[in-house]
C-alpha cells in the first residue's frame, strides 16, 4: 500500500505568484471541510496594496477578492438556481455547503479558530467568472474571481512534493 503525503499541495506559505500582471504572496491558509471533503483557501498579498484569496480544491484554482455587493438575499432564501447581482454582474448559485474550518496558519482577516462555522455559497457567471457569499457569526462577505489554471500563476517558492515535478 502506497502512503499518502500529509500535505498534498505544493503551495505554501511565502509562495508568491501573478495575477493580470500584479504578483501576490500567500500569507495565510485556511483548510476547510464539509460533509463531501476539503479545500484550502490561501489569503494572500497583492504587491498593488489589494488583498484576496486563492482556492484550491480537486486540481481547481479560484483567485478573488473582495467586493461590495449591495443588497444581498438572507441566508434562508438562497436556493441552488437563484439568479444574483453582485457588483452590477448576473451570477447563478450553484452550490450551498455549511464548512467548518478544521486547520489555519499564517496571516487571516479573521480569527480562524478550530471548528469555526460559516456557509459557503458558490455562484457561477459567463466564462471562468464566480462569486462567493460566505455567511458567517461575523458577517456577510463577498468576493468575485475567476478561475485560472496553476500554470497561469507562474509560482515561485512551491513545496517539493514527491514524485511531482514543477512547471518550468
Given at each position: ?46 504587491d498593488d496594496a489589494q488583498h484576496g484569496w486563492l482556492s484550491e480544491a480537486q486540481g481547481f484554482y479560484q483567485i478573488s477578492v473582495p467586493c461590495a455587493a449591495g443588497q444581498l438575499p ?95
Open positions: 500500500m502506497a502512503l499518502l503525503q500529509d500535505e498534498w499541495s505544493a503551495l505554501q506559505l511565502q509562495t508568491s505568484g501573478k495575477y493580470r500582471g500584479v504578483t501576490f504572496t500567500l500569507v495565510g491558509r485556511v483548510r476547510l471541510s464539509w460533509e463531501s471533503g476539503n479545500w484550502n483557501e490561501w489569503f494572500c498579498y497583492f438572507a441566508l434562508n432564501e438562497v436556493t441552488t438556481g437563484l439568479s444574483i447581482s453582485i457588483a452590477a454582474h448576473s451570477y447563478t448559485v450553484k452550490d450551498i455547503k455549511k464548512v467548518k474550518c478544521t486547520y489555519s496558519e499564517g496571516e487571516l482577516p479573521f480569527k480562524a479558530v478550530l471548528g469555526r462555522s460559516s456557509v459557503s455559497v458558490d455562484l457561477a457567471s459567463t466564462g471562468n467568472n464566480f462569486a462567493c457569499i460566505d455567511y458567517s457569526e461575523d458577517g456577510v462577505n463577498v468576493y468575485s474571481g475567476e478561475y485560472c489554471k496553476f500554470e497561469e500563476f507562474r509560482f515561485s517558492y512551491l513545496r517539493e512534493l514527491d514524485g511531482w515535478r514543477k512547471p518550468s
